[in-house]
């Protein structure tokens, strides 16, 4: 077992069944994705790009994932407050869950397929004189 399954498997429940659902949920989508530990929570990557992270926190679930400004639709499920580049669904329950809204972040996320680290750090870089 990787360290990001074991991560999910750890969390008390409801926590547990919600990361399950969503790990569920992402595998089906992009059954390519490869579920990756990173600075302490498990992250999909697709290709080698960053997809998305899971994180549980405080009591709730949060689905993370960068480009938020470039998704239009559901934008009511979105929280990115007190956030500079990330976005998140976040749930409190596994019935909170809507399909529907994660198939169409996951895809924009794949269409848009751009390394946010990339535009992170490279935007952070000094400028030249």
Known sequence: ????????????????????QLQSVIEAIVPNAQLLFKWRIPFYYNNGIPLCYLNKSKDYVDLAFWHGEKLDEYREYFVTANRKSVTSLRYKSVKDIEDEVIIYVITKQLEINTNPFKLILGSKKPKKN
């Open 1 to 20: 077992m990787n360290p990001a399954e074991a991560y999910i498997l750890k969390q008390e429940e409801p926590y547990k069944s919600i990361l399950l």
